[in-house]
């Protein structure tokens, strides 16, 4: 299992790993898949802007999302096939000041990738409760979970090269 | 195959010197034991406080010294105010926190369980700060307690994006305390906003001079 912390990016095209990013808050994780190059990656993206700080890539959505994009290209993935889902981006607490940086997170993230011509499939974002978002590279199932929950399906799984690219799920 | 490449970079090394960690880490030593007082008075039970530490850590390593990222806990959340700003945060494991309700009389996840744990935050965090204002004659007011369960990563990892603005080093103060004769521990944790951790250390004569 790879985790991809606060700022911090996974890729991998292995079929038995699993990506995931654990107990998000008011961060957002980023799931993209490619289904036919059996390639995935996921970032855990901490804050909206980099504001030019380019000391970590993967904490910010500017920098994040061309980051990603551009390891899941070196692995392998080709971008029209490109399948997004994201998760996290909760209000977890009420602060002083009523900055709500998950919904900040949000809307930075969905106009990156906006920006790089990707629309988001499946998304499970807002709300109050934490979320862990994970990516099974076997079959490419994108899930996420909320604390006392059952994981709830973003990306229907199906194996790389088996199935049409048209077929409905399996 | 995977790649990995981002996991070197968030190690960066304390910019912290020992002597001011060990400085923290008696302030966090002497405030607990105020807090572990006012616990043991409020139970009627005996209460241990483990060592405390001090860390200074990016925010990814700083989650994962708390513990399993998605423990199921009730975490307490008292912001501070006055000469310094942060978080005083409680975490207490989800069924622990039921043992802890039934030690006060009350039924958890009720509304009157939900209220006796935020009553329990607030008192802790009163004694710990009036025990770290004494040390350094701060003033240092909490907020109302504000109640949240859910997985631990998410509650620390929401929290320390504010303390640590944006910095890549959160500050963490930790103690353990334990109420013997169940298995009941509560982590007390104080967040400073990052930006002040001099204003604690000067009073100790161990601020950093000003860049």
Do not use: W
Request: with cysteine.
């Amino acid at each position: 299992m790879a985790s991809a912390r606060m700022g911090e990016m996974v890729v991998s095209s292995d079929p038995n790993e699993e990506l995931v990013a654990l107990g998000l808050g008011s961060c957002i994780g980023l799931a993209i898949v490619d289904r036919t190059a059996g390639v995935a990656g996921l970032a855990h993206i901490v804050l909206p802007e980099s504001n030019d700080r380019g000391e970590q890539l993967g904490k910010y959505a500017d920098t994040a999302i061309p980051e990603l994009i551009t390891r899941l290209r070196q692995a392998g993935a080709v971008e029209r096939r490109f399948e997004t889902a994201i998760a996290g981006g909760a209000r977890m607490f009420e602060m002083s000041g009523g900055l709500d940086i998950g919904a900040r997170n949000e809307a930075a993230v969905r106009s990156a990738l906006a920006a790089a011509h990707l629309t988001v499939r499946a998304a499970k974002t807002g709300g109050t409760t934490g979320r862990t978002l994970k990516v099974t590279l076997s079959d490419l199932t994108v899930t996420v979970r909320s604390a006392g929950e059952q994981p709830e399906t973003l990306l229907q799984g199906r194996a790389p090269r088996f199935t049409p690219a048209a077929g409905a799920a399996r | 195959m995977t790649h990995d490449q981002s996991q070197e970079k968030t190690r960066v090394s304390p910019s912290l010197s020992e002597t001011q960690l060990d400085a923290l880490r008696e302030l966090a030593n002497i405030a607990s034991g105020t807090a572990a007082t006012a616990l043991s008075q409020m139970l009627a039970r005996e209460v241990q406080i483990s060592v405390p530490r001090a860390l200074a850590l990016a925010p990814a390593d700083a989650v994962d010294e708390c513990g399993d990222p998605e423990q199921h806990v009730a975490g307490v959340v008292v912001p501070i105010q006055g000469d310094i700003d942060g978080i005083v945060l409680l975490l207490i494991p989800y069924e622990q926190a039921e043992i802890l309700c039934a030690l006060l009389g009350v039924e958890a996840h009720t509304e009157v369980g939900d209220s006796a744990l935020r009553e329990i935050g607030n008192i802790l965090a009163t004694s710990y700060l009036n025990g770290l204002g004494a040390m350094t004659s701060m003033e240092l007011e909490p907020s109302p307690p504000q109640l949240h369960t859910d997985m631990l990563a998410a509650i620390v990892s929401s929290l320390l994006i504010g303390t640590a603005e944006g910095d890549d080093l959160a500050l963490v103060l930790d103690s353990e305390l334990d109420v013997s004769g169940d298995p009941c521990s509560i982590s007390f944790l104080l967040l400073p906003t990052s930006g002040q951790i001099n204003d604690l250390l000067a009073p100790l004569g161990l601020a950093e001079p000003s860049a």
